[in-house]
């Protein structure tokens, strides 16, 4: 099934870390390391995003052979995924002006899954390091780019671009139901990069039809375990694009509570199509499926132990009466129900 774009007005940046700690300070109470490396990553984008442009420029004759070089000096650089598409002003946040540029570098940095599989402090400084590395990888290409007489920006997830769009049009994946990008080596466990030039390159066919998006139309497991019910079974134009929706003023609550919480991307199946964690993801869902509960119930046990093994899911299983999938824990009568006190995308 195809996603389609269509002409709508420019997307609107969700609420970024200093928003949401005026209405959740706890947000700010976060581990000195996941500090450091928000200073660093966001030091790295501020200091370092801009620089001079060699005035020796030299005359690209073939496109295709400098869009292969540039996309192994990024792989070089840390990319796992790049690809490359044309800069489209229609998915650049409003907040920021449109990047004067004609083409689009979109890269991909693979997260640790098992390390991911930690919902809570340990899974965030994961996500932090990612965020520090992209940082890095994008002011580096800018920079080798500029190399060639060529202007270049540096684009992480707080610059002007919306970065899923360019990269889902670089054919580097397609739109999952938890509004990630999902890609065939890594499925949704990748954050994303760009650059953004005028340097001469070779456009890559995209977007691409993997079969995710028609997947995903029968799979309910990213709606079945969010703790929020934040993401909506059925499709809706959403900055542009029509894809599957992510309600964030029900996800952001739940955001907050587990440190950026991550389930979602978690239970997706697709990460099994990562050899290194195929087997690792095929434990996790033996688990899920024997314990017989949701994944948002056993959260506090994952801050402390991850998903590791069986054993510490049956120790869940021995202690409590399981339930079926889909059934709700609460309701009517007055008992909490699962989106406990806090009933209420992507903030950093």
């Known amino acids: 099934m195809e996603t389609k774009i269509k002409p709508t007005g420019r997307p609107r940046r969700n609420r970024v870390s200093h928003e949401l700690e005026k209405d959740y300070p706890e947000w700010a109470d976060r581990t000195e390391e996941v500090k450091r490396y928000q200073w660093l990553w966001n030091g790295i984008a501020a200091w370092r995003r801009q620089g001079p442009v060699n005035p020796a420029r030299r005359e690209i004759t073939d496109a295709a052979a400098m869009s292969a070089h540039v996309k192994t000096m990024a792989k070089s650089m840390g990319a796992d995924v790049v690809g490359i598409t044309e800069m489209d002003p229609a998915h650049c946040f409003t907040d920021s002006e449109p990047p004067p540029h004609r083409y689009v570098i979109a890269y991909g940095i693979k997260m640790d899954f098992e390390t991911m599989k ?74 994303l990069g760009a650059v953004s030039t005028d340097l001469p390159l070779q456009v890559d066919e995209g977007p691409k039809d993997f079969g995710m998006d028609d997947f995903c139309t029968k799979c309910n497991l990213c709606t079945d375990h969010c ?60 688990d899920l499926a024997k314990s017989r509960r949701k994944a948002w119930e056993l959260v506090d046990g994952w801050k402390e132990q991850g998903l590791a093994s069986a054993p510490h899911w049956a120790g869940y299983y021995d202690r409590a009466t399981p339930r079926p999938m889909g059934t709700e824990s609460g309701g009517s009568d007055g008992t909490e129900d699962r989106r406990g006190a806090a009933a209420g995308n992507q903030p950093s």
């Open 118 to 191: 930690f919902v809570g402090e340990t899974s965030q400084l994961e996500v932090h390091y990612v965020y520090y590395r992209l940082a890095d990888v994008s002011t580096r290409l800018a920079a080798y780019i500029r190399s060639f007489g060529y202007d270049a920006l540096s684009q992480t997830n707080s610059d002007a671009l919306n970065l899923i769009p360019h990269a889902w049009k670089a054919g580097l994946g397609e739109l999952g139901r938890h509004g990630s990008l999902i890609t065939p080596e890594f499925g949704p466990s990748l954050r």
């Open 227 to 286: 703790p929020g019910d934040a993401i909506v079974p059925r499709k809706s134009t959403v900055n542009g694009i029509s894809r599957w929706h992510v309600d964030t003023p029900a996800c952001v609550p739940y955001f907050v509570k587990y440190d950026g919480c991550k389930i979602c991307l978690m239970v997706c199946p697709f990460n099994s199509f990562s050899a290194e964690n195929k087997e690792s993801f095929r434990g996790l869902a033996k």
